[in-house]
């Protein structure tokens, strides 16, 4: 079975700052690799997703996340935020299903 | 174009009373899920139909729950004898077949009382 694990609950930055959100799965077949946001009162939108080839992916808004196979890991990064970052991002994996971590809150501070 | 919608956004019901929650899919969609939202729990998968093949309903948390599909789109998720426990965000999504990517509505809000 698939898990997926966040490194943080809550992120609280400055605008401008960057960010980098870890995430790291467990699942033995072909991945295929989301990050989702969801932003104050809206409901789950795709940021970006991996399924193969380049493991350097470019999202909405600015946003990148790196899939490294040896660690398991799939990243999101963006090398400065806004206050309208502000939301709840989630990492998922699928099978046909999409498994998701728990999920980071990220405040940024204008 | 139109996204999945779901009804009703908020549902306040008391415990022990039955409630349905409905989704209507991106048209064209073949693949249709149910997830639940909750504090503690995070997003949870509850069911997942795909075209007209039986569905699979591994995450369903108790034989409180049950969901249907008519006609291949629009999609009824029911819960008997409500209880507190129960109380959560309760989102769909659906998918096109061949795709990997799910795309969801703004979930129903369910308190239970």
């Known amino acids: 079975a698939q898990s997926v694990s966040q490194h943080n609950h809550h992120v609280i930055l400055s605008e401008a700052a960057s960010l980098e959100l870890g995430c790291n799965y467990s699942y033995g077949g072909t991945v295929n690799l989301f990050w989702y946001v969801q932003y104050p009162g809206q409901h789950l939108q795709l940021l970006l997703k991996?399924?193969?080839?380049?493991?350097l992916v470019k999202g909405i808004k600015g946003f990148e996340a790196e899939f490294i196979k040896s660690k398991f890991s799939f990243n999101l990064r963006k090398p400065s935020v806004q206050w309208s970052d502000t939301a709840e991002y989630f990492c998922a994996v699928r099978d046909y299903k999409l498994s998701f971590g728990a999920g980071t809150t990220v405040t940024v501070r204008a | 174009g139109a996204g999945v919608s779901q009804s009703p956004s908020n549902k306040v019901t008391e415990k022990g009373k039955d409630v349905e929650l409905r989704c209507d899919p991106i048209?064209?969609?073949?693949?249709l899920y149910w997830y639940r939202q909750s504090l503690g729990q995070g997003l949870e998968f509850l069911i997942y139909f795909q075209g007209n093949s039986a569905p699979d309903k591994s995450g369903l948390p108790s034989d409180r729950f049950s969901a249907e599909r008519t006609g291949g789109s629009v999609s009824t998720l029911t819960i008997q004898r409500t209880q507190q426990e129960d109380s959560a965000v309760y989102l769909c999504?659906?998918?096109?077949?061949?795709?990997?990517?799910?795309?969801f509505g703004p979930g129903t809000r369910l308190l239970v009382l």
């Open positions: 999504a659906s998918s096109q077949a061949g795709s990997e990517t799910q795309y």
């Open positions: 048209s064209g969609h073949t693949a």
């Open positions: 991996y399924f193969s080839g380049d493991p």
